[in-house]
T-cell receptor, first 114, second 112 residues
Framework: DQQVKQNSPSLSVQEGRISILNCDYT??????FLWYKKYPAEGPTFLIS?????DKNEDGRFTVFLNKSAKHLSLHIVPSQPGDSAVYFC?????????????FGSGTQLTVLP | ETGVTQSPTHLIKTRGQQVTLRCSSQ?????VSWYQQALGQGPQFIFQ???????GRGNFPPRFSGLQFPNYSSELNVNALELDDSALYLC???????????FGSGTRLTVV
């Protein structure tokens, strides 16, 4: 049972345009959401996060939107740059857990074309 | 400030063997978690250690075990290796919780 789903395995975007990566979750106990970026041969690196008490969080070119009623979040990258090409993972956590484990989606490969 | 380092980077083992993977946490981090990432999937939580005690475990059998040492370095041990254990194993350390996780580059384990 996949509790965090990223239904698009890949996305291609032109440089300078907006990239929108989507993520759905099923567990209503999740109250903290994160996006990670992963380059080949490297570990995932933290990008941006959002608490369930918010519906938007912005950091430079990156904005995460959370729609709790739809159990959906999205990551917007504006403007997209070739260096943004990587696999993006959505992850969720339950803050009341003793172990703050992350539940990851399967990832979306973003390719930004020059 | 050093990041999270994992060793070895690549490893090939035979089915039925045992393997030990190692992780050096980022300086100042007291929590370490291990994740398994199979090909084409996202990382899956194996377990977490805090102050040398396991304080959370994912859906993995007991043949997956771990240790955390006083210097906060950690080991992941897998006994009776199966072909499906072939994956990238990621270590992540933190002091402040999920928002502060730093991942290592992983150990690529191939079981033949």
């Amino acid at each position: 049972d996949q509790q965090v789903k990223q239904n698009s395995p890949s996305l291609s975007v032109q440089e300078g345009r907006i990239s929108i990566l989507n993520c759905d979750y099923t567990n209503s106990m999740f109250d903290y959401f994160l996006w990670y970026k992963k380059y080949p041969a490297e570990g995932p690196t933290f990008l941006i996060s959002i608490s369930s008490i918010k519906d938007k969080n912005e950091d430079g070119r990156f904005t995460v939107f959370l729609n709790k009623s739809a159990k959906h979040l999205s990551l917007h990258i504006v403007p997209s740059q070739p260096g943004d090409s990587a696999v993006y993972f959505c992850a969720a956590s339950i803050s009341s857990g003793s172990a703050r484990q992350l539940t990851f989606g399967s990832g979306t490969q973003l390719t930004v074309l020059p | 400030e050093t990041g999270v380092t994992q060793s070895p980077t690549h490893l090939i083992k035979t089915r039925g063997q045992q393997v030990t993977l190692r992780c050096s946490s980022q300086s100042g981090h007291n929590t370490v978690s291990w994740y398994q990432q199979a090909l084409g999937q996202g990382p899956q939580f194996i377990f977490q250690y805090y102050r040398e005690e396991e304080n959370g475990r994912g859906n993995f059998p007991p043949r997956f075990s771990g240790l955390q040492f006083p210097n906060y370095s950690s080991e992941l041990n897998v006994n009776a290796l199966e072909l499906d254990d072939s994956a990238l194993y990621l270590c992540a350390s933190s002091f402040t919780g999920v928002n502060g996780y730093t991942f290592g580059s992983g150990t690529r384990l191939t079981v033949v």
